[in-house]
């Protein structure tokens, strides 16, 4: 697409000023100033023409330019008031013959669970940090035809979320996104890009949608078993899994009867593992 419809420093700022934004540190706002960071995001997201893209916090439209110039329609979710207010116009004059490929949902993405027009192939996001592990889970749990996403988030959240078990970072995010997808790093992005500039680095997040582990237990079921697991991180599962099971001693029979060791500890678990515990939690009174 032609540089003139991308936004930098000085659009950014000019948008800003007019609206009367001041990026909100409560929402988690830095905006994208570099077009050749957002050109390199669509890339490696690999968004083609048939291609129906979601995206959270479009902020002042720096993505979403670039989105909408490669994809066949872009639908993005914004909570913030001026900003969905704006947008549109910003869109409609930067790029006009691609407008009517733009839909905006003046929502916040925790909540949303229906989209206007075709169901979303892909989630590319700048996703707000203060809140981007809630919402990329809530909308692979939303939206079962998001195949494939690239997401930008803080780089220590990057490493989590793609932790693989026995990783010192590997925890609840870790296995809560692998329950719904292979996520892997997709590259580093450094902190001049953005406005203001963030006090931490940021990272590339890709993921392909897989199947979840085959399990007779539910998703909710093995979240629980996680969530336990890892309240306790530096105990045993038969000590961390107490609570859950009903005492120690059921929490050492699930583990058996699950074919995992109680003395083990929750980082050393895969998904799969998880759901079998989850399996195998005794009946409660």
Known sequence: MSAEALLGPAEVRELAAA???RPSKQRGQNFVIDANT???IVRAAGVGESDTVLEVGPGLGSLTLALLAGADRVVA???DDTLAGALPATVA?????????FALVHADALRVTELPGPPPDALVANLPYNVAVPVLLHLLAAFPSLRRGLVMVQSEVADRLTAPPGSRVYGVPSVKAAWYADARRAGAIGRTVFWPA??????LVAFTRREPPATTADRAEVFAVVDAAFAQRRKTLRAALAGWAGSPAAAEAACRAADVPPTARGEQL???DFARLAEHRPPRP
């Open 93 to 101: 004059a930067r790029l006009p013959a691609r407008a009517d490929r």
């Open 270 to 272: 895969t998904v799969a």
């Open 198 to 203: 963030p006090n931490v680095d940021s990272g």
């Open 19 to 21: 609206l009367g934004v």
């Open 77 to 79: 979710i914004e909570i």
């Open 38 to 40: 957002v050109r390199r």
